[in-house]
């Protein structure tokens, strides 16, 4: 029989007001939808702009995750 183990207010509650995984994760994808937009519509010099904001938030995003995961172990 398998014991039932509790949860730690840790894995409930994180420390951060603010998720930056979501807050990253989140605003690359908003920012590569309105570069796609941009792009339809003709507007080059603004898209690639916005294909930069999202390159970068995508960088930040991963980076993030990748430092969450080595912190756990």
């Known amino acids: 029989m398998v014991s039932v183990q509790p949860i730690n207010n840790s894995q409930t509650h994180p420390q951060y007001k603010y998720n930056p995984v979501k807050i990253t994760g989140y605003g690359g994808a908003i920012c590569a939808a309105a570069c ?5 519509r ?17 960088l930040a995003h991963i980076g993030i995750i990748e430092y969450f995961h080595h912190k756990k172990s």
């Open 36 to 40: 796609v937009v941009q792009a339809a």
């Open 42 to 58: 003709g507007k080059i010099k603004l898209h690639k702009i916005l294909a930069y904001i999202a390159g970068a938030f995508t």
